[in-house]
């Protein structure tokens, strides 16, 4: 990627030594904005041209709109609506969003109990995997019946789904400190909430933070096929009334909006995790 | 002594006085690191004990009176150099008070008064040493234990390095017990080299470095210093041949 | 063609007339026919099975391969062409017509009344739709236009009934999450008192609401250039629900082949739920199958009263009569 002229500059200055840099903030933010459109642009182009595609495919091949709508049309019917796509979204998104939070928190408190104990470690391990490979459809209805048409039996699913990857990755996390720290810790006579806290807690960031890569977007899609078995509100509904109505259009535009939310949210994910990680290997690089 | 069959160690008798500047040196394996780690109580040894200044290690420990530092300086990447140095004295102070100017003091006795807010990752493997001694330091112990601190450091920052800790010891006075593989520098820095055998470790001598201090660069031509030198090379030798268990340590001369 | 091709030919045709005495057959015509669910006992389904089991396709010239849709794709198989006939609820039709316009053509009506239905336990003490009031309806999806006509005709005032997308499991009913459950009446009334629960139905069309059930669709292309094709299946399915009147328990054995697995007295609940709601004065006089104008009229009125239609059509394109008038012969099904 080229370097921008500022970023050469910053090269120049005095306390650009080799082994010394510059602390954190100024160049820090300029490469977390150079990195986001690094992100952008070229998978902005790579939609671009799909579009493009897509349109000419439909036009050409004359496909009929009840089976798959050209962009041009889903965009219409997406810009032509932004209030009624938004606003389900943003359900989607709070169900999502308090589901993965749930989820992370339960998973961590397992993971962090898993790691002072292996005989805890062998009990919910396979339990964890078990509810893992519980497909969905089998306990929506269930979660329907006993936690009611609201949000709940949405938030739960997203809860579910976001569990299993951020218990693993903290199980992991909290036991893969760095054994020199460990040692430098015992030395001190460190309590073992100490080395919890102030050891073992931040040495799993990144692992936790990996989990969340993959635990962000999944919670998403928990809460919309959660949308799908009861309730009126969020793109899940959307999507399964446009379905029976052939509503291809509306469709496609709710999977679109899906997709704006799945990717402002990884953005954001990667924000806070660059911002937190900061000193972290994967950042240095 | 992890409960594994390895013998680290046989019998070592080993005694250090108040202030002085001991060095133990010896072959890959030979259980430095492991006396190192039964001195300060990081390891129980399956007989014998360990004194303090009549006080066992693990109550030293407490204490604060113990200060380590190893070959990897195992700074914590997420927190600055001054919140590094301070670790020591955080970490379960409830028997000891925190003392939050020892921390200035001390980055500026290791020549680090710039970069208090620097993370790890921005500095330098020496610089990231001196950090490790000022957090040892900080708490003012009156041991400290050093296991190839320097080990991991190039060869010239490593020279540089080894006066730079004489100056702060001879500024604080303290009781250090130093790991190294460099005949140079265990001749160079303590008042006496300790030489252990290969495994399992025993002492095989004790040499006195009467050499006047502050010990400079130019002292390593001169001849009193390659003669010590020597006569630590021909005890490593020694060491190395041994094979049998037969009593304790040879008379150093 | 070779030469050699054609002396191989002549020889074929020579030794078969030689062996058989016979006339070769006539090769059949391939149908694609699916199913709009899993196997089971819906009355378009049973009437393929039989003349499928029966060998009336065959009678007929027809080699029917019969699919099942999995999840909803049947529509959509209809238009590629890979499929040649399925089912669809005449609302279904109906709508579908109306937006997006696709071009598909009803050409015979099973279900002369609705399958939608709703229930209620009977313990509940509910005895008319008066008594939603102040209770929970749950629906499928979207509120239904059959349940609006009911509270409209029956002047129940919709506001004080609380209502709520309740998903496809019945035992949100059982379980007392809902007071009121929207159904399919050869379906979950059985599989509720299976439960163990005695339950209360209603049907809208108790309520003069004109609804109509399950029919067989092709695409307007299929009904116009391969008309005979569509005529021969309609002539056998047809004869496959006059043997499943006489013979339930026979037809029961044919399903049971298709679903096995499936409870066999479900399944029979299901096949004369749909036999009755199959009959009426209408279809007595000329045909099960039989539909009229005024049938498809008043359920267009209707579902566009209720914004059930997103927009107004034609709605004599989403139906045709013709080949049940030339299998018909004044109510009795022309054979062969």
Same mark, same amino acid.
């Given at each position: 990627? /080229?370097?921008?002229?500022?970023?050469?500059?910053?090269?120049?200055?005095?306390?650009?030594?080799?082994?010394?840099?510059?602390?954190?903030?100024?160049?820090?933010?300029?490469?977390?904005?150079?990195?986001?459109?690094?992100?952008?642009?070229?998978?902005?182009?790579?939609?671009?041209?799909?579009?493009?595609?897509?349109? +000419?495919?439909?036009?050409?091949a004359?496909?009929?709109?009840?089976?798959?709508?050209?962009?041009?049309?889903?965009?219409?019917?997406?810009?032509?609506?932004?209030?009624?796509?938004?606003?389900?979204?943003?359900?989607?998104?709070?169900?999502?969003?308090?589901?993965?939070? +749930?989820?992370?928190?339960?998973?961590?408190?397992?993971?962090?109990?898993?790691?002072?104990? !292996? +005989?805890?470690?062998?009990?919910?391990?396979?339990?964890?995997?078990?509810?893992?490979?519980?497909?969905?459809? @089998?306990?929506?209805?269930?979660?329907?019946?006993?936690?009611?048409?609201?949000? %709940?039996?949405?938030?739960?699913? @997203?809860?579910?789904?976001?569990?299993?990857?951020?218990?693993?990755?903290?199980?992991?996390?909290?036991?893969?400190?760095?054994?020199?720290?460990?040692?430098?810790?015992?030395?001190?006579?460190?309590?073992?909430?100490?080395?919890?806290?102030?050891?073992?807690?931040?040495?799993?960031?990144?692992?936790?933070? %990996?989990?969340?890569?993959?635990?962000?977007?999944?919670?998403?899609?928990?809460?919309?096929?959660? /949308?799908?078995?009861?309730?009126?509100?969020?793109?899940?509904?959307?999507?399964?009334?446009?379905?029976?109505?052939?509503?291809?259009?509306?469709?496609?535009?709710?999977?679109?909006?899906?997709?704006?939310?799945?990717?402002?949210?990884?953005?954001?994910?990667?924000?806070?995790?660059? !911002?937190?990680?900061?000193?972290?290997?994967?950042?240095?690089? | 002594?992890?409960?594994?069959?390895?013998?680290?160690?046989?019998?070592?008798?080993?005694?250090?006085?108040?202030?002085?500047?001991?060095?133990?040196?010896?072959?890959?394996?030979?259980? *430095?690191?492991?006396?190192? *780690?039964?001195?300060?109580?990081?390891?129980?040894?399956?007989?014998?004990?360990?004194?303090?200044?009549?006080?066992?290690? =693990?109550?030293?420990?407490?204490?604060?009176?113990?200060?380590?530092?190893?070959? =990897?300086?195992?700074?914590?990447?997420?927190?600055?150099?001054?919140?590094?140095?301070?670790?020591?004295?955080?970490?379960?102070?409830?028997?000891?008070?925190?003392?939050?100017?020892?921390?200035?003091?001390?980055?500026?006795?290791?020549?680090?008064?710039?970069?208090?807010?620097?993370?790890?990752?921005?500095?330098?493997?020496?610089?990231?040493?001196?950090?490790?001694?000022?957090?040892?330091?900080?708490?003012?112990?009156?041991?400290?234990?050093?296991?190839?601190?320097?080990?991991?450091?190039?060869?010239?920052?490593?020279?540089?390095?080894?006066?730079?800790?004489?100056?702060?010891?001879?500024?604080?006075? *303290?009781?250090?017990?130093?790991?190294?593989?460099?005949?140079?520098?265990?001749?160079?820095?303590?008042?006496?080299?300790?030489?252990?055998?290969?495994?399992?470790?025993?002492?095989?001598?004790?040499?006195?470095?009467?050499?006047?201090?502050?010990?400079? =660069?130019?002292?390593?031509?001169?001849?009193?210093?390659?003669?010590?030198?020597?006569?630590?090379?021909?005890?490593?030798?020694?060491?190395?041949?041994?094979?049998?268990?037969?009593?304790?340590?040879?008379?150093?001369? | 063609m070779t030469r050699a091709a054609v002396v191989l030919t002549a020889l074929v045709a020579m030794a078969a007339v030689a062996c058989g005495g016979e006339e070769p057959d006539p090769a059949l015509d391939h149908v694609v026919f699916m199913?709009?669910?899993?196997?089971?006992?819906?009355?378009?389904?049973?009437a393929a099975y039989v003349a499928q089991e029966k060998g009336y396709f065959e009678t007929q010239g027809l080699d029917v391969e019969i699919r099942?849709?999995?999840?909803?794709?049947?529509?959509?198989l209809l238009l590629s062409g890979d499929v040649d006939i399925t089912?669809?609820?005449?609302?279904?039709?109906?709508?579908?017509?109306?937006?997006? &316009?696709?071009?598909?053509?009803?050409f015979?009506?099973?279900?002369?009344?609705?399958?939608?239905?709703?229930?209620?336990?009977?313990?509940?003490?509910?005895?008319?739709?008066?008594?939603?009031?102040?209770?929970?309806?749950?629906?499928?999806?979207?509120?239904?236009?059959?349940?609006?006509?009911?509270?409209?005709?029956?002047?129940?005032?919709?506001?004080?009934?609380?209502?709520?997308?309740?998903?496809?499991?019945?035992?949100?009913?059982?379980?007392?999450?809902?007071?009121?459950?929207?159904?399919?009446?050869?379906?979950?009334?059985?599989?509720?008192?299976?439960?163990?629960? &005695?339950?209360?139905?209603?049907?809208?069309?108790?309520?003069?609401?004109?609804?109509?059930?399950?029919?067989y669709?092709a695409t307007e292309q299929t009904a116009g250039e391969r008309g005979d094709l569509v005529q021969r299946f309609l002539k056998a399915t047809l004869k496959g629900?006059?043997?499943?009147?006489?013979?339930?328990?026979?037809?029961?054995?044919?399903?049971?082949e298709y679903?096995?697995?499936?409870?066999?007295?479900?399944?029979?609940?299901?096949?004369?739920? &749909?036999?009755?709601?199959?009959?009426?004065?209408?279809?007595?006089?000329?045909?099960?199958?039989?539909?009229?104008?005024?049938?498809?009229?008043?359920?267009?009125?209707?579902?566009?009263?209720?914004?059930?239609?997103?927009?107004?059509?034609?709605?004599?394109?989403?139906?045709?009569?013709n080949f049940?008038?030339r299998v018909?012969?004044?109510?009795?099904?022309s054979w062969p």
């Amino acid at each position: 990627m /080229e370097r921008s002229a500022r970023q050469q500059r910053a090269e120049h200055l005095p306390g650009h030594e080799p082994g010394v840099t510059r602390a954190a903030s100024g160049r820090l933010r300029l490469s977390i904005r150079l990195a986001a459109l690094g992100y952008l642009v070229p998978a902005a182009m790579a939609a671009l041209v799909l579009m493009v595609g897509w349109e +000419l495919w439909v036009r050409l091949a004359d496909v009929p709109v009840y089976i798959v709508p050209g962009p041009l049309k889903v965009l219409r019917r997406l810009f032509g609506d932004v209030g009624f796509f938004a606003g389900h979204g943003a359900t989607t998104l709070m169900e999502a969003g308090a589901g993965f939070l +749930l989820g992370s928190l339960v998973a961590v408190i397992a993971a962090t109990l898993m790691a002072h104990s !292996r +005989l805890l470690e062998r009990i919910l391990l396979p339990l964890a995997v078990v509810v893992k490979v519980t497909p969905i459809v @089998a306990i929506a209805p269930l979660f329907v019946i006993w936690f009611g048409f609201g949000s %709940a039996p949405k938030i739960l699913i @997203a809860a579910i789904i976001t569990f299993f990857p951020v218990m693993v990755n903290a199980n992991v996390g909290l036991r893969a400190v760095d054994p020199g720290s460990l040692d430098l810790f015992k030395s001190l006579h460190a309590s073992k909430t100490e080395i919890l806290l102030k050891l073992r807690a931040p040495s799993s960031l990144p692992y936790l933070f %990996a989990a969340f890569r993959i635990a962000v977007p999944l919670s998403v899609i928990g809460a919309v096929v959660g /949308e799908w078995f009861t309730g009126d509100q969020g793109l899940g509904s959307v999507i399964i009334v446009a379905h029976n109505d052939l509503d291809t259009p509306t469709l496609f535009a709710a999977i679109f909006s899906l997709a704006i939310i799945g990717v402002s949210l990884t953005l954001a994910t990667f924000y806070v995790e660059k !911002r937190t990680l900061f000193w972290h290997n994967s950042f240095l690089a | 002594m992890d409960g594994t069959a390895l013998t680290a160690l046989a019998e070592v008798d080993f005694a250090a006085r108040r202030g002085e500047f001991v060095s133990v040196i010896g072959p890959s394996g030979g259980g *430095k690191t492991t006396l190192l *780690k039964v001195i300060g109580g990081l390891l129980q040894p399956t007989s014998g004990n360990v004194a303090i200044d009549g006080s066992r290690p =693990e109550d030293a420990q407490l204490l604060k009176r113990i200060g380590f530092v190893f070959q =990897e300086p195992a700074l914590l990447p997420w927190k600055t150099v001054t919140q590094n140095v301070r670790l020591s004295m955080e970490i379960n102070h409830g028997k000891t008070p925190l003392d939050m100017g020892a921390t200035g003091r001390l980055i500026e006795t290791v020549g680090l008064d710039q970069f208090g807010d620097y993370y790890p990752h921005q500095l330098s493997g020496g610089m990231r040493q001196r950090v490790a001694f000022a957090r040892a330091l900080v708490t003012d112990p009156e041991v400290l234990l050093m296991d190839e601190p320097l080990g991991s450091l190039d060869e010239i920052t490593r020279t540089s390095m080894r006066y730079e800790l004489l100056k702060v010891w001879e500024a604080l006075p *303290k009781t250090i017990v130093l790991v190294t593989h460099s005949i140079t520098e265990a001749v160079m820095m303590s008042d006496r080299v300790v030489v252990l055998s290969s495994r399992p470790g025993r002492v095989v001598g004790e040499i006195s470095i009467g050499l006047p201090r502050p010990r400079e =660069e130019a002292l390593e031509r001169a001849p009193e210093f390659l003669e010590l030198v020597d006569r630590v090379k021909e005890l490593l030798a020694l060491g190395a041949k041994r094979t049998t268990t037969a009593g304790g340590a040879l008379a150093g001369s | 063609m070779t030469r050699a091709a054609v002396v191989l030919t002549a020889l074929v045709a020579m030794a078969a007339v030689a062996c058989g005495g016979e006339e070769p057959d006539p090769a059949l015509d391939h149908v694609v026919f699916m199913a709009g669910f899993k196997a089971q006992a819906n009355l378009p389904f049973v009437a393929a099975y039989v003349a499928q089991e029966k060998g009336y396709f065959e009678t007929q010239g027809l080699d029917v391969e019969i699919r099942h849709a999995s999840s909803g794709e049947h529509l959509k198989l209809l238009l590629s062409g890979d499929v040649d006939i399925t089912t669809a609820a005449a609302t279904s039709v109906l709508k579908r017509r109306s937006d997006p &316009e696709i071009p598909v053509v009803a050409f015979v009506l099973f279900g002369q009344r609705g399958q939608q239905a709703y229930v209620s336990l009977s313990d509940s003490g509910m005895s008319t739709p008066d008594d939603w009031e102040g209770k929970t309806f749950g629906y499928k999806i979207s509120v239904p236009p059959d349940y609006l006509a009911v509270l409209k005709s029956s002047g129940v005032d919709r506001s004080l009934i609380t209502e709520v997308n309740a998903g496809f499991d019945p035992r949100i009913l059982t379980e007392g999450r809902v007071d009121v459950l929207a159904v399919f009446n050869s379906n979950e009334p059985d599989t509720i008192r299976r439960l163990g629960f &005695e339950v209360t139905t209603w049907e809208p069309e108790d309520f003069g609401v004109p609804n109509l059930g399950l029919t067989y669709i092709a695409t307007e292309q299929t009904a116009g250039e391969r008309g005979d094709l569509v005529q021969r299946f309609l002539k056998a399915t047809l004869k496959g629900v006059e043997f499943a009147v006489a013979n339930v328990e026979e037809t029961l054995d044919i399903v049971l082949e298709y679903a096995p697995g499936a409870d066999r007295d479900h399944q029979r609940f299901m096949l004369e739920t &749909e036999l009755a709601d199959a009959r009426s004065d209408l279809t007595g006089q000329n045909g099960i199958g039989w539909m009229t104008d005024g049938q498809w009229m008043a359920l267009y009125d209707y579902l566009l009263d209720f914004d059930a239609l997103p927009n107004p059509f034609d709605y004599k394109e989403a139906f045709t009569d013709n080949f049940l008038r030339r299998v018909y012969d004044k109510g009795e099904l022309s054979w062969p």
